[in-house]
């Protein structure tokens, strides 16, 4: 395991890697030739954009697997993150009463 601007995080396959955020709650970051894929985001206590940014070259996209706030709670560090329609409500439930600067997802 490695540790990395308070994350710690571990290959548990070639080019995928499980991104602890606290306490358990993890991420997942597989990499293709081109391409990347974030998946969740955890409960968005720190920065994990910036986190992906300094230790990810090709471009990427962020998908959430459902919409409870330890996988949704870090949309807002992104400018975009994909989910199945069916979680729309789920999220935008979980979402209510955050500040109004933060980024949503749906939106």
């Not at 396959?13 to 358990?24: A, C, L, P, T, V």
């Not at 409960?43 to 697997?65: H, Q």
Request: hydrophobic letters at 30%; charged letters at 30%.
């Amino acid at each position: 395991m490695n540790r990395n601007d308070d994350y710690k995080y571990t290959e548990i396959r070639k080019n995928i890697w499980q991104i602890e955020e606290d306490h358990g709650v993890c991420c997942t970051l597989a990499r293709g030739g081109s391409r990347a894929l974030p998946i969740d985001t955890g409960y968005g206590r720190r920065n994990l954009r910036a986190f992906i940014e300094k230790n990810l070259d090709p471009p990427y996209m962020v998908a959430n697997s459902y919409g409870h706030p330890d996988h949704i709670g870090g949309n807002h560090w992104f400018d975009t993150a994909w989910a199945a329609e069916e979680e729309f409500d789920v999220i935008r439930h979980f979402e209510e009463g955050r500040p109004s600067d933060r980024r949503r997802c749906p939106q």
